[in-house]
């Protein structure tokens, strides 16, 4: 299981709003292989007496290592790109939901790809995508796309100093 999210707001109650959001991923992904589910149940617990209107941003997927399954949902996030050993590159486009804990009783849904050897599975935050240069222009997300494309191999380091080095020089 793999999580990514971005809590909205900042400061103390955003992180003790992340950190809640974490506990309540650890709990419902130990015992149920729907990430549909299991984001399901985590927007309504956050959403329950959610008075402050915060709300995360996630990206769950859970990876049969066996098969290279993947089954995952999107509340909302940036969607990620998987790179295949070929060079060929995608983008998870489809979301499955909104953000999570803005509005109880929502369903989410799930979406399945196959992961082979040597293909990447790239996740980020808008703190990449929107990275602003001088001129008030966005890093966004086909610049990402573009330097996974250039890369030789598919290593998750080099991919990640890659876009990184990018992201500093924009």
């Not at 992904?29 to 941003?57: G, P, Q, Y």
């Amino acid at each position: 299981c793999v999580c990514i999210g971005d809590v909205s707001d900042k400061g103390v109650p955003a992180s003790l709003f992340m950190a809640v959001t974490k506990t309540l991923i650890r709990a419902n992904a130990s015992d149920d292989a729907s990430t549909a589910s299991i984001v399901t149940r985590i927007n309504d617990a956050l959403a329950e007496d959610n008075e402050s209107c915060m709300f995360v941003t996630l990206f769950l997927a859970i990876c049969d290592l066996h098969t290279g399954v993947v089954r995952y949902t999107n509340a909302g996030h940036n969607p990620p790109f998987v790179k295949r050993a070929s060079g060929e590159i995608e983008s998870l486009n489809a979301i499955h939901g909104p953000v999570a804990g803005a509005v109880e009783g929502l369903t989410y849904k799930q979406s399945e790809l196959l992961l082979k050897k040597d293909d990447l599975l790239f996740l980020y935050t808008d703190g990449v995508s929107e990275a602003m240069n001088a001129k008030d222009e966005l890093f966004e997300e086909k610049h990402i796309g573009g330097k996974l494309k250039n890369l030789s191999g598919n290593e998750p380091e080099q991919s990640i100093q890659t876009v990184l080095a990018a992201v500093d020089e924009h």
